[in-house]
């Protein structure tokens, strides 16, 4: 097994110390693991260290990580000399969904959703001092597969030899006529196939026919084989849309220099459909609100990468109160902002129809349910937070795995506690109702994690988090939307406008109180 040490590090116990070690660890993944595991590693080892701070008696005096790569995935070992604690042990307990009896806010269930496997061991050293390893293993995600081609030949010699043309490059499905091939192409995803036009029982022009007439095949790229230069047969052929007709005998380059010229054509067809889809949903997601609701102020900024998930903004005045939902969907592959769209379209719905009187925390624990028994959504990790808005500044938050509100006033900046799980991760997940009073020339701000983690390195995620936060405190004096205007643009000149993560920042004031 090869064993590549990519991070150990040793710290004392402090309230910095989850942050410091996540930040060390999110700089050594950067080119070493893909952008989706990298957030799960990140999340696991905030939650594992953070709850050796809050939850362990007696408290470790030092904790110490080591990261590293191996052929079957990525490792990362956890040690500390604390209280013993085992999170494996309720792993197939069904008692797991009782969160707060059973985890005892350790977030057993996290780190077993958002990891791939899990060890724990401890031992007692010569001073009779715990030792405690906890070990969290994310799978080598499998490698992309071949394109499959689909050869559709009545003669066994020239199928055999076009397979033997194909073979190394891509993966090879045979039929030796037309009710061969539709019987494979039910059976297979197939992203061109290659057919004679003259066969048996069912030639290739039917062929043809019947995969435009068929649900979900009729754009396979399809290239027509025959003996015969037939001016008629290639109308026919061109009538039957197509992407290219070739003149046996074929020559094993001119096989591959068309099947890649048609292949690549349609890989580009698909990426500009993608863009502008892309695009029209991105647009659809940009937050907006009012600017002044139920005695507050409000103002949102948004920076978009231009790929994967997103964040989302959504909003609804009812009669006494306007809520508010702030959600991150992480993801940074072709299909994660489609994930986001379809998770706006649901949380507006469920907005527009919950009665005044729910707190905030009815919208998270709706919104858990339906991340966790949906086969496609339950896929895609989220953070949210739920708050409403009420008259003489009074304001209710729940949190599902979100980053922590800030407080600014005159004395400095501060966090709310707002903390609760992730959604989707339990049963029946319950989330705490955090009730606050904000007094007139104070402010809060809630956003989402690019905001201090849009940055190339550990140094340069430091120095972005500090300017922002000295930003947000040198313009409480300032009218609300000059001081968003001022923070966007130290963000925009530390990330030279090039963000590494979808970012959004949302400014709270009261009115009068």
């Given at each position: 097994m090869m064993n590549n040490i990519l991070l150990a590090i040793k710290k004392p116990v402090s309230e910095e110390m989850p942050r410091q070690f996540r930040h060390a660890l999110q700089e050594v993944m950067e080119g070493h693991a893909p952008k989706v595991i990298s957030q799960r590693i990140s999340l696991c080892l905030s939650e594992a260290v953070t709850n050796l701070i809050e939850h362990s008696t007696p408290l470790p005096t030092e904790v110490s990580i080591k990261f590293y790569r191996e052929n079957d995935g990525w490792y990362l070992n956890i040690f500390d000399d604390g209280e013993y604690w085992d999170p494996t042990e309720n792993i197939n307990d069904d008692l797991i969904t009782e969160f707060s009896a059973i985890e005892n806010g350790r977030g057993v269930a996290l780190l077993n959703s958002q990891s791939d496997d899990i060890k724990y061991t401890s031992q007692k050293n010569e001073k009779d001092i715990n030792i405690n390893k906890l070990q969290l293993h994310w799978a080598q995600p499998k490698t992309q597969k071949r394109q499959t081609i689909l050869i559709v030949e009545d003669n066994n010699s020239l199928r055999l030899?076009?397979?033997?043309?194909?073979?190394?490059?891509?993966?090879?499905?045979?039929?030796?006529?037309?009710?061969?091939?539709?019987?494979?192409?039910?059976?297979?995803?197939?992203?061109?196939?290659?057919?004679?036009?003259?066969?048996?029982?069912?030639?290739?022009?039917?062929?043809?026919?019947?995969?435009?007439?068929?649900?979900?095949?009729?754009?396979?790229?399809?290239?027509?084989l025959t003996a015969q230069d037939d001016d008629m047969m290639q109308e026919q052929a061109a009538d039957l849309g197509?992407?290219?007709?070739?003149?046996?005998?074929?020559?094993?380059?001119?096989?591959m220099k068309v099947i890649q010229r048609i292949l690549g054509r349609s890989k580009q067809v698909y990426q500009q459909l993608t863009t502008r889809i892309d695009k029209k949903i991105t647009d659809s997601l940009k937050p907006e609100i009012p600017n002044t609701s139920h005695g507050w102020r409000m103002q949102v900024a948004s920076r978009d990468t231009g790929s994967g998930g997103g964040d989302l903004l959504l909003h609804h005045q009812f009669e006494g109160m306007t809520q508010l939902l702030l959600t991150d969907i992480m993801g940074h592959d072709d299909s994660a902002k489609f994930f986001s769209h379809a998770y706006g379209g649901y949380l507006h719905g469920?907005?527009?129809?919950?009665?005044?009187?729910?707190?905030?925390?009815?919208?998270?624990?709706?919104?858990?349910?339906?991340?966790?028994?949906?086969?496609?959504?339950?896929?895609?990790?989220?953070?949210?937070?739920?708050?409403?808005?009420?008259?003489?500044?009074?304001?209710?938050?729940?949190?599902?795995?979100?980053?922590?509100?800030l407080l600014i006033k005159p004395g400095g900046i501060s966090e709310l506690d707002t903390s609760g799980v992730l959604l989707g991760l339990i049963e029946d997940a319950k989330y705490k109702n955090n009730d606050f009073t904000i007094k007139?020339?104070?402010?809060?701000?809630?956003?989402?994690?690019?905001?201090?983690?849009?940055?190339?390195?550990?140094?340069?995620?430091?120095?972005?988090?500090?300017?922002?936060?000295?930003?947000?405190?040198?313009?409480?004096?300032?009218?609300?939307?000059?001081?968003?205007?001022?923070?966007?643009?130290?963000?925009?000149?530390?990330?030279?406008?090039?963000?590494?993560?979808?970012?959004?920042?949302?400014l709270l004031e009261p009115i009068q109180y």
């Open positions: 030899l076009y397979k033997t043309y194909l073979s190394d490059k891509y993966d090879i499905l045979t039929a030796e006529n037309g009710y061969g091939a539709l019987e494979e192409l039910n059976k297979h995803h197939v992203d061109l196939v290659l057919s004679d036009i003259r066969m048996p029982q069912m030639n290739g022009l039917t062929l043809r026919k019947k995969i435009n007439n068929k649900n979900g095949d009729e754009l396979i790229p399809f290239i027509f197509i992407d290219d007709y070739l003149i046996k005998p074929v020559n094993k380059p001119q096989l469920l907005i527009q129809s919950m009665q005044s009187n729910l707190c905030a925390s009815y919208l998270l624990e709706q919104l858990s349910k339906y991340a966790l028994n949906d086969k496609i959504l339950s896929k895609v990790t989220l953070t949210c937070c739920s708050l409403q808005l009420f008259e003489a500044g009074k304001i209710n938050i729940a949190s599902a795995g979100h980053p922590a509100p007139k020339g104070q402010r809060i701000a809630l956003f989402t994690d690019g905001l201090f983690e849009s940055a190339e390195n550990n140094e340069a995620r430091n120095h972005l988090e500090k300017c922002i936060t000295d930003t947000l405190s040198s313009t409480l004096s300032m009218p609300i939307e000059k001081a968003l205007e001022e923070v966007m643009s130290v963000f925009d000149q530390i990330t030279k406008s090039q963000p590494t993560d979808d970012t959004l920042l949302l």
